[in-house]
């Protein structure tokens, strides 16, 4: 079993940064794809930034140009640094990865349990 778990959240004023990290535990063969979403209350999750094996990233336009997505492959962690940070932004952050695991062909797809993320204006 792989688990995935947030940690970085937290209450923070406008304009002001956090870290979020991601880490992934268990038996795990490859990490591919892992990526970040957020979902606000009443609204539905949406993906913020996503990261390839590669290092390729990809971004939702809300948050491009104050938000990096990174990995650390070696310790099968993601992070992402959030700058610039806008009441809008205010969201439970969920980690998503996509891993190889024994046991099964394709790759199986994980989801932490959050963490809050809150702005204030």
């Known amino acids: 079993q792989v688990q995935l778990v947030e940690s970085g959240g937290g209450l923070v004023q406008a304009g002001g940064s956090l870290r979020l990290s991601c880490v992934a535990s268990?038996?795990?063969?490859?990490?591919?794809?892992m990526g970040w979403y957020r979902q606000a209350p009443g609204k539905q999750r949406e993906l913020v930034a996503h990261?390839?094996?590669?290092?390729?990233?990809d971004y939702h336009d809300s948050v491009k140009g104050r938000f990096t997505i990174s990995r650390d492959n070696s310790r099968n962690t993601m992070y992402l640094q959030m700058n610039s940070l806008k009441p809008e932004d205010t969201a439970i952050y969920y980690c998503?990865?996509?891993?190889?695991?024994?046991?099964?062909?394709?790759?199986?797809?994980?989801w932490g349990q959050g963490t809050q993320v809150t702005v204030s204006s």
């Open positions: 990261i390839l094996p590669g290092d390729r990233t």
């Open positions: 998503n990865a996509d891993v190889k695991v024994p046991g099964w062909s394709n790759n199986r797809d994980y």
């Open positions: 268990g038996i795990i063969l490859k990490i591919n794809v």
